[in-house]
T-cell receptor, first 117, second 109 residues
Framework: ETGVTQTPRHLVMGMTNKKSLKCEQH?????MYWYKQSAKKPLELMFV???????ENNSVPSRFSPECPNSSHLFLHLHTLQPEDSALYLC????????????????FGPGTRLTVT | DAKTTQPTSMDCAEGRAANLPCNHS???????VYWYRQIHSQGPQYIIH???NNETNEMASLIITEDRKSSTLILPHATLRDTAVYYC??????????FGTGTRLQVFP
C-alpha cells in the first residue's frame, strides 16, 4: 500500500535544529493523523486533522507543531527536541466521520525514524 | 487504555492456520472490532473489522463470539511474511484508535 508517503524516512537532528516531517496521502481522504511510536511502547496518537482543522491535540509538547495546508498534506514541524523524542513518527489518513464513514480504517505511511542527538 | 486483552506472543508454523484471540468483554452493541498488524519498522496495516457476523477478506477471517465478548483473527495459511504484531482494537465510541501492546506472532519455517 503506497497511498500514504512520508519523507524523510530517516532523520538525525541535534537538539537545537529545526526540521519538518512531511506526509502526503493519495487516497482522497480528508482526515490525517500523527502518531509517535517509541521503542517498546504502543503507538501514541499526537494530532488529528479532519477537514483541515485540528480536532485533537493529545497533550503534545509545543516543540511539536503540526500543519495541514490541505487535505492531502500534513507536516510536523520540530524544534528544540530532546533525546527522548527519538522515535518512529507515523502519519495516517482516513475518511472523516463527517462523511458518515467509519473513521477507524486508517491507512498508515511507512514512518520517519527520528534520532535526536 | 485499549480495553482489549491479547496474548503477548504466539508462534505458528508456516502453512498452518494462525488463530489470534482477543477479549473485549466490555464491548457494547454498536461497537466494532478492528484488527491491524505492524510488521517490524513499518506502519500499521488495516486487516479487517466486524460487528457481530463473521467476516472474511483476502487477508484474514474474523470470528466474533455470539456474546461479542471475544473474537479470533484467523490467518488461514500463515507465511513468514505474516510475522508481525497484531492489534485488536475496539474504539469504544471515541474518535481514536488506541493501540495496545498487541500479540507478537512469529511464523517459523
Amino acid at each position: 500500500e503506497t497511498g500514504v508517503t512520508q519523507t524523510p524516512r530517516h532523520l538525525v537532528m541535534g537538539m537545537t535544529n529545526k526540521k519538518s516531517l512531511k506526509c502526503e496521502q493519495h487516497l482522497g481522504h480528508n482526515a490525517m493523523y500523527w502518531y509517535k511510536q517509541s521503542a517498546k511502547k504502543p503507538l501514541e496518537l499526537m494530532f488529528v486533522y479532519s477537514l483541515e482543522e485540528r480536532v485533537e491535540n493529545n497533550s503534545v509538547p509545543s516543540r511539536f507543531s503540526p500543519e495541514c495546508p490541505n487535505s492531502s498534506h500534513l507536516f510536523l514541524h520540530l524544534h528544540t527536541l530532546q533525546p527522548e523524542d527519538s522515535a518512529l513518527y507515523l502519519c495516517a489518513s482516513s475518511r472523516s466521520r463527517g462523511e458518515g464513514a467509519l473513521p477507524y480504517e486508517q491507512y498508515f505511511g511507512p514512518g520517519t525514524r527520528l534520532t535526536v542527538t | 487504555d485499549a480495553k482489549t486483552t491479547q496474548p503477548t506472543s504466539m508462534d505458528c508454523a508456516e502453512g498452518r492456520a494462525a488463530n489470534l484471540p482477543c477479549n473485549h468483554s466490555t464491548i457494547s452493541g454498536n461497537e466494532y472490532v478492528y484488527w491491524y498488524r505492524q510488521i517490524h519498522s513499518q506502519g500499521p496495516q488495516y486487516i479487517i473489522h466486524g460487528l457481530k457476523n463473521n467476516e472474511t477478506n483476502e487477508m484474514a477471517s474474523l470470528i466474533i463470539t455470539e456474546d461479542r465478548k471475544s473474537s479470533t483473527l484467523i490467518l488461514p495459511h500463515a507465511t513468514l511474511r505474516d510475522t508481525a504484531v497484531y492489534y485488536c482494537i475496539v474504539p469504544y465510541n471515541t474518535d481514536k484508535l488506541i493501540f495496545g501492546t498487541g500479540t507478537r506472532l512469529q511464523v517459523f519455517p
